[in-house]
């Protein structure tokens, strides 16, 4: 007589449930990597504030733009260097603010001033634009609460 035997994981549910455990195991500690714990968020002063000087909202300009950056309430320091109440800018052109719980990428829609510069001068397509600046800690990541300017819409003829 054949004794039967009763196996809960055929091979290719072992495989998968193999997969799953691995991800919920590993996929939860890549995220909370990549998101600053409460006590590693670098604090801003609420009365921090950060501003496009120039162009204006709405304003109608030719390319090559400058943009001139303002900030109020901290100051400006290099990317890698740690200190109280300094930051560093982001332009985020053409783009919605990026999650303000990350590292700021870094691509053509999200310009990085990490040597503390405080103005760009940008080629931009003719057409309507939006700018934004985002203040960054010494690691790219926003300060909480995020130091953020209104964003703005230039046409470039």
């Known amino acids: 007589m054949k004794r039967r035997t009763c196996s809960f994981f055929t091979d290719s549910s072992a495989h998968l449930s193999i997969a799953v455990v691995a991800a ?9 990597a990549n998101v600053p714990m409460p006590g590693d968020v670098t604090a ?24 001139k ?7 400006v320091a290099p990317a890698g260097i740690e200190a109280k109440n300094t930051g560093h800018h982001h332009l985020i052109i053409d783009s919605p603010l990026p999650n303000v719980q990350f590292a700021i990428p870094k691509d053509t829609k999200h310009r990085h001033f990490g040597g ?4 760009v001068t940008l080629e931009l397509e003719p057409g309507t634009h939006t700018l934004q600046l ?5 690691r790219h990541i926003p300060h909480e609460p995020a130091v953020v300017s209104e964003k703005i819409t230039i046409t470039v003829k």
Do not use: C, R
């Open 134 to 138: 985002l203040l960054g800690d010494y």
């Open 116 to 119: 503390g510069q405080t103005q």
């Open 24 to 32: 919920l195991v590993f996929v939860p500690a890549f995220v909370s």
């Open 69 to 75: 950056f303002g900030l109020a309430g901290m100051g």
């Open 44 to 67: 801003a002063p609420n009365e921090a504030s950060l501003e496009i000087i120039s162009p204006a909202n709405g304003d109608t300009v030719t390319s090559p733009v400058t943009v």
